[in-house]
C-alpha cells in the first residue's frame, strides 16, 4: 500500500522545541507566547477586545453586588478628569500634582 503524503511540508522543530528539557521554563512556549502577543498587540483586534473586557467586568461587578461602587468609582474618574483637563486649560500643573 502506498503512503499518502501531506502536500505541506512539516515545519521544522527549533533546538528548543526538539530537547525534552529546557531547564529553567520553556523557551520555546516562551517564545511563541511573546511572538503571538506582540501580533495581537499589532492588530486591529485590541480595542474591540478592550471594549469586551471592559463590558464584562462592569457585569460581572452588578452581578456580583458591587455595582453601586462602579457607579460612584466612574463618577470619580469624570470627575478627576474634568478637574485635571481645567487646570490644563488654565496653565496650571501639567502632571496634575498640586
Same mark, same amino acid.
Given at each position: ?47 474591540? @477586545? @478592550? ?48
Amino acid at each position: 500500500m502506498a503512503q499518502v503524503r501531506s502536500k505541506r511540508s512539516p515545519k521544522r522543530k527549533t533546538k528548543d522545541e526538539t530537547s525534552g528539557n529546557q531547564g529553567e521554563g520553556n523557551r520555546a512556549a516562551d517564545r511563541r507566547y511573546r511572538e503571538k502577543a506582540t501580533d495581537f498587540a499589532r492588530s486591529d483586534r485590541v480595542d474591540p @477586545a @478592550a471594549e469586551d473586557a471592559r463590558r464584562s467586568v462592569e457585569e460581572g461587578a452588578r452581578d456580583a453586588g458591587v455595582g453601586d461602587e462602579l457607579d460612584q468609582l466612574k463618577r470619580n474618574e469624570r470627575e478627576l478628569r474634568d478637574d485635571l483637563g481645567e487646570k490644563r486649560r488654565r496653565g496650571g500643573d501639567e502632571g496634575g500634582n498640586d
